[in-house]
């Protein structure tokens, strides 16, 4: 669901037609008949926008269902993994209870000095939380912030943890997670799910049928979603709804099983996880902001540090990332130079960002392997370009954002006079990924470091050259100021450059493998002695690490673990943890002592991944030298858990981090070692999972009264470049996807330049059902005008019974799509399908609602 | 000769992600029609369309619907057969044609004379001239990988392995056992060229199909052009002399007009 993986990942894709023919069977869920429905065994035509109906559907039928009740394994799993068994707080109130929103909400009111967040309203989460016993005795956080209290900063950390949860294993307390998922989803039924996706009752039977013969100790189900799942108002929400269905089911941190994120691009991951995103630094701790209660290097511990998970170890991720900053100038007595350290004011996502660019209040850009001028409601984003004093691109081709101020299409039809337009524009020509060293990051949060294969033509420039230089220059400019905030980049160490003697393989690019071992850590020193794993990281300062997820991946000068290259052999049950390096620590399964029943045994043989070995002798431990008793955690893959720590072992009561959970906790990384069914803390837009109706739809939403999520965003409202339309608005009747197809490449600056790709798929089309076709006069190849409340394009007819038209709530709803590779420049060209979107988007994480919104089509 | 090798083509795990196409023309440095600058053909996600002198690999897409999401779509990569008993190298009147030590049939781009015969004489339509070289080409199963021990650009590159690379023998086991597998799931399958005692002494590319050769634009009694081949013999000696002739002055007359119109199948 959410995907179309033949087509959008067809590498991968040989896995599940592997799969497929040792007797897998593939279901697709999705609005068109694709090459990935193509090869499925069942397609599920589903409304686009509609998947949390679908997905609420199938854990209502789970929940309810006879093999669900009848084989211990399921509520064994759910009851003790998960936290289905937690009491949650008096005060919550569901939607059941306040007609699709949760208790909590208020209204959101903009910061004056940054009024481009977008939301709508805000949710308090305290009604939220878990009901709990009185928390420990011990000093309080606030005295220990004000009198500085460490490194080391345990005691921060310990004075942080609640009381303990209450807890219901009988799963019967009405105020238990199970009971109020369960009330939560009881609408869901496969009557409702049909009126509602439009999928045919008996279909989404097989679906649910299917996945539960599917799941238990013997078997597991997988769900891969893509940026189907994420360009919504909701999208988290559909893939936390889809973990809750694969928590009840059993199919988290089990071989075959998971959530799998299928990445929207080929180092998509590592850009997430050595961040470019503006609201985390690396490793997903959360950029400081002036809006939280960040002030000091101790508040922001405070306040980011979960003190009963892994996470407890924030402060030694966080030390060490300082160290990596500002090196030798980070100091105890400063904070590790923490006052340096940049805040963010707001959201500052991409489309924040341009809609304060559309007001001038950002001056210049630099645009590195991105297209904007192709994306999110185009015309918006054009014009926001327009305000800008200088634009910098930097990409293989002049792609159409360095040619928007004299060939878009505003400029084309008169609108815009090119003497108009104030902007600089400077245009880098750069080098492909082949013509450089570095790493990829893929789907599966594996690193594989690749090597320049070929030169570079002419003065290409790689992105490591530009951004190394760059900074260079920014440190000179900045150098010898005295104020206060310039001293950030006065601190900075940046010391990349190859090594004496060395030759790079361009003039002036930094080594890649120093970049590497910054981002892997070392002692700070002496550099050479990498880190071996983040087990060794200290919050005194004597470890330097970006990025703490990556630590290991190079650890030693000589090994560098991600330019690793050695399959398991054929036949052999393996995870292939020699094959490159996957975060963290090479686990290749997140959260597999899920893998193992509560006393450590398989599951199952056929599902073997992780167990304990009661016999295993253990060495005694390397620093104190104390003996360490019999039973180690074994398997394929490298345990995700304390390797020693027994099934029957108890948290300690004085413990943080790991010390704080028991030897039957799997999901490490939360506060109480369980999936969460239920989510009290984390996400912006709800504990649950809620079917709303996408910002723009035909119908009103059948489930709730409230329409949409109350919570999303919606960017320069009111503004005549983000014109949005109301719901059933008959002008625009019909639902619209926007999609990639397999023979180009997002924004297409690297394929629709290339001959090859282009003579394959060599203009834009829509898409549209035979029924609309007939409805409309369209024939096959008949150029269409598309429209929505934010623009036209034009494109040729595709008329096809591969998507089509869908009952929902009685109505007939015809669904459209397009593929949105095209612009006016290259070898393939068409109009900006963009050029349709809005600026309103998902909550939690900014994404725009692509997959979702109306439209108008009419022959042109 | 070396064992016979050759592709067996799986058609039910092809995706139709063109990756064979795209691995052919770089392997073998074939030119984009018209420098990639094309008009959509409205055939599906077909807009190759055929199998000629600069595509020798091609992609089908064939839609079968009844109604809205109900029907399936069905793709299948396409290539020269490498026929046992080869009508192109039959007729060749300069020897350009060669069996190789692989059983496959390669034309030789420095013999050949552009007179064209072969192309008349494919029972599958595979052969056309190369506007570039402006003589007759069509896939070498990639002759010059497989001396030196590699498999041909296109298998190599498929990701689902619908293309699969091998020994004749071996690759006819393999498909019987598909067939088997899928004709117990209720799958109606069968191949397509794997039958030495069939047409054309059997194909050295064969196909697993799930419905009509025809749908596939497969004739489904392929045949040489011999005895057509007798009758005008004395002509086809004396046009190959002409155009010969022609060759040597370098007349070589390129075709690029489109064949256009799928070849059987396109939109059910």
């Known amino acids: ?860 | 000769m070396a064992e016979a090798m050759g592709f067996f083509t799986d058609t039910t795990v092809c995706i139709g992600c063109k990756a064979c196409e795209v691995a052919c023309k770089e392997w073998n440095q074939l030119p984009a029609e018209n420098g990639g600058v094309r008009e959509l053909s409205g055939d599906s996600y077909d807009n190759t369309r055929r199998l000629d002198g600069i595509h020798w690999r091609h992609v089908r897409f064939i839609e079968q619907f009844k109604g809205p999401y109900d029907g399936r779509w069905l793709m299948m990569s396409d290539v020269c057969k490498h026929c046992v008993q080869a009508g192109c190298l039959e007729v060749c009147p300069t020897g350009a044609i060669i069996r190789t030590e692989f059983d496959t049939v390669v034309i030789q781009s420095d013999v050949c004379n552009g007179c064209r015969a072969c192309i008349a004489a494919c029972p599958f339509g595979v052969i056309d001239i190369n506007p570039v070289s402006g003589t007759a080409q069509k896939c070498t199963l990639c002759y010059d990988r497989l001396k030196v021990g590699l498999e041909p650009a296109c298998s190599k590159a498929c990701p689902t392995d619908s293309i699969q690379f091998g020994s004749i023998a071996e690759l006819r086991t393999r498909a019987h056992k598909r067939v088997d597998q899928l004709k117990a799931q209720g799958v109606k399958a069968e191949l397509y060229g794997a039958d030495p005692d069939g047409a054309l002494g059997g194909l050295n590319s064969f196909y697993l199909l799930v419905d009509e050769p025809e749908v596939y634009g497969l004739p489904r009694k392929p045949q040489l052009p011999t005895r057509s081949l007798t009758k005008s013999a004395g002509l086809s000696v004396a046009s190959a002399a002409v155009l010969g002739v022609l060759a040597l002055v370098g007349l070589r007359k390129r075709r690029m007009d489109d064949k256009g119109g799928p070849e059987g199948g396109g939109q059910n």
Not at chain 1, 687 to 709: A, D, G, M, R
Not at chain 1, 741 to 754: K, Q
Not at chain 1, 799 to 825: E, F, L, N, Q, S
Request: proline fraction near 8%.
């Open chain 1, 1 to 860: 669901m959410g995907s179309n993986m033949a087509e959008c990942h067809p590498v991968a894709f040989r896995w599940p037609m592997k799969a497929k023919l040792n007797g897998a069977k593939l279901v697709h869920v999705d609005p068109r008949f694709t090459r990935t429905s193509a090869v499925a065994d069942l397609h599920v035509p589903i409304r686009a926008g509609s998947d949390i109906a679908f997905l609420g559907g199938l854990i209502n039928y789970v929940v309810n269902s006879k093999r669900w009740n009848s084989d211990p394994f399921f509520k064994e799993f759910a009851v003790n993994y998960t936290n289905a068994a937690t009491i949650i707080g008096d005060d919550f109130k569901d939607t059941e209870d306040l007609d699709g929103v949760f208790s909590g909400i208020v209204k959101f009111t903009e910061p004056a000095f940054w009024p481009y967040n977008g939301l709508e309203g805000r949710y308090d989460n305290a009604s939220w939380a878990y009901k709990r016993g009185p928390k420990p005795l011990g000093p309080a956080t606030k005295d220990l912030i004000a009198k500085r209290a460490g490194p080391p900063f345990d005691d921060l950390v310990r004075s942080l943890k609640p009381g303990p949860a209450e807890k219901d294993p009988t799963l019967q307390n009405p105020h238990c997670v199970f009971q109020i998922l369960k009330r939560h989803f009881s609408r869901y039924t496969p009557e409702m799910v049909e009126q509602v996706c439009g999928s045919p009752k008996e279909k989404f039977i097989r679906v649910a049928e299917m996945l539960l013969e599917n799941s238990g100790r013997d078997r597991t189900s997988a769900f891969a979603y893509a940026v189907a799942w994420t360009q919504h108002t909701y999208g988290v929400q559909m893939i936390s709804c889809c973990a809750l269905l694969q928590l009840l089911l059993g199919n988290i941190g089990r071989p075959g099983a998971g959530v799998m994120a299928l990445r929207g691009h080929a180092a998509i991951q590592g850009s997430t996880d050595v961040p470019t995103l503006y609201h985390s630094i690396h490793g997903y701790m959360n950029a400081p902001s002036a809006l939280r209660p960040h002030e000091t290097l101790r508040d922001y511990m405070a306040a980011e540090t979960s003190p009963t998970s892994y996470y407890g170890n924030t402060p030694k991720f966080l030390v060490s990332y300082l160290k990596s900053m500002y090196g030798a100038a980070a100091t105890a007595e400063n904070d590790f130079g923490y006052d340096w350290h940049p805040k963010i004011l707001g959201d500052h996502s991409h489309i924040a960002t341009f809609a304060a660019m559309a007001d001038g209040k950002v001056k210049g850009m630099c645009c590195v392997g991105q297209n904007p001028a192709t994306s999110l409601n185009g015309g918006a984003t054009r014009l926001a370009m327009r305000q800008l004093d200088w634009l910098v691109v930097k990409d293989n081709w002049l792609t159409e954002t360095a040619t928007h101020w004299y060939l878009g299409p505003e400029v084309k039809n008169g609108e815009v006079k090119i003497a108009d337009i104030k902007t600089e524009i400077f245009f880098f020509p750069s080098t492909q990924i082949a013509e450089y060293d570095g790493s990829f990051t893929n789907t599966q949060r594996m690193l594989q470091w690749h090597s320049k294969a070929a030169d570079a033509p002419g003065d290409c420039r790689t992105d490591t050259w530009f951004y190394h230089n760059l900074a260079k220059r920014m440190k000179k400019l900045y150098a010898g100021s005295k104020l206060s905030r310039d001293q950030g980049w006065n601190n900075l160490t940046w010391e990349f450059d190859f090594d004496p003697g060395v030759k790079p393989i361009y003039p002036g690019e930094p080594d890649a493998l120093k970049i590497l071992r910054e981002i892997n850590g070392y002692q700070t020193t002496d550099a050479k002695q990498h880190l071996k794993g983040f087990g060794e990281l200290k919050d005194d300062g004597s470890t330097t690490c970006a990025s703490w997820i990556y630590c290991g991946c190079y650890p030693a000068p000589d090994q560098n673990m991600t330019a690793r290259r050695e399959p398991d052999p054929p036949g052999v049950p393996g995870a292939h943890l020699k094959w490159g390096w996957a975060w963290p620590a090479n686990r290749r399964v997140m959260y597999n002592r899920a893998s193992a029943d509560l006393k450590g045994n398989p599951w199952s043989e056929r599902k073997r991944w992780v167990w304990w070995d009661a016999t295993f002798v253990n060495p005694p431990d390397p620093k104190t030298k104390k003996p360490v008793p019999k039973g180690k955690w074994v398997g394929y893959d490298v345990p995700d858990f304390a390797v020693t720590k027994a099934p029957d072992a108890q948290p300690k009561p004085d413990g943080i981090g790991l010390d704080a959970l028991s030897g039957t906790q799997p999901f490490i990384m939360r506060a109480d070692g369980r999936g969460w069914l239920f989510v009290p803390a984390g996400l912006v837009d709800g504990p649950l999972p809620t079917h709303y109706e996408p910002h723009e739809s035909p119908i009103q939403n059948p489930l709730y009264k409230q329409q949409t999520s109350p919570v999303h965003k919606v960017w320069a409202p009111g503004k005549p470049y983000n014109k949005l339309a109301a719901v059933g608005d008959p002008k625009f009747p019909y639902v619209i996807s926007t999609y990639r197809l397999t023979e180009h490449y997002l924004a297409g600056a690297m394929s629709r330049w290339l001959p090859w790709l282009a003579e394959l798929q060599p203009e834009l089309f829509i898409e549209i059902g035979k029924g609309l076709a007939a409805e409309k006069g369209i024939k096959n190849l008949d150029w269409v005008v598309i429209s929505s409340p934010r623009g036209h394009v034009r494109a040729k007819a595709l008329v096809t019974d591969r998507i089509g038209v869908m009952k929902v709530g009685g109505k007939a709803i015809h669904h459209v799509g397009m593929p949105w590779h095209w612009g006016w420049m290259g070898l393939s060209t068409g109009d900006v399908v963009n050029d349709l979107t809005a600026w309103v988007g998902d909550p939690n994480v900014s994404i725009h609602e692509g997959k979702a919104f109306v439209c108008n089509v009419e022959k042109a």
